[in-house]
């Protein structure tokens, strides 16, 4: 069974940066599609930004510019780079996997992750920004 576990979450003022990581274990296919989801209270789940198997990437409008997916498949491991904070960019941000996808990032983005709804996915660390 293929797990996920984030970390790298944290509390920073507005400007500010942070790195958040995803390890993955278990099967890991040839063909996958990697991502990160947020959810702040109160809201519905919003995808940030995906990765295919080709390293192809796409992000939603309001994260382009600042953050930043990356893989290390070696070490089975997602990124995403986080800077210029924002208040608003405070949520729940969870690490999504699908490890049969032969999508392409923005197709299995708007497909799947957009709304969070991802073949398996982890608990989450927390981002909050102050202003």
């Known amino acids: 069974q293929v797990q996920v576990v984030e970390s790298g979450g944290g509390s920073v003022q507005a400007g500010g940066s942070l790195r958040l990581s995803c390890v993955y274990s278990?099967?890991?296919?040839?063909?996958?599609?990697l991502g990160w989801f947020r959810q702040a209270p109160g809201n519905e789940r919003e995808g940030v930004a995906a990765?295919?198997?080709?390293?192809?990437?796409t992000y939603i409008d309001s994260v382009k510019g600042r953050f930043t997916i990356s893989k290390d498949v070696a070490k089975d491991t997602l990124y995403l780079e986080m800077n210029s904070l924002k208040p608003e960019d405070s949520a729940m941000y969870h690490c999504?996997?699908?490890?049969?996808?032969?999508?392409?990032?923005?197709?299995?983005?708007?497909?799947?992750?957009?709304?969070?709804?991802?073949?398996?996915w982890g608990q989450g660390t927390l981002v909050t920004v102050s202003s």
């Open positions: 999504a996997a699908d490890f049969r996808c032969v999508l392409g990032a923005e197709e299995w983005y708007d497909r799947e992750l957009a709304h969070g709804d991802v073949e398996v």
């Open positions: 990765i295919d198997t080709y390293g192809n990437t």
């Open positions: 278990g099967y890991v296919y040839d063909y996958h599609c």
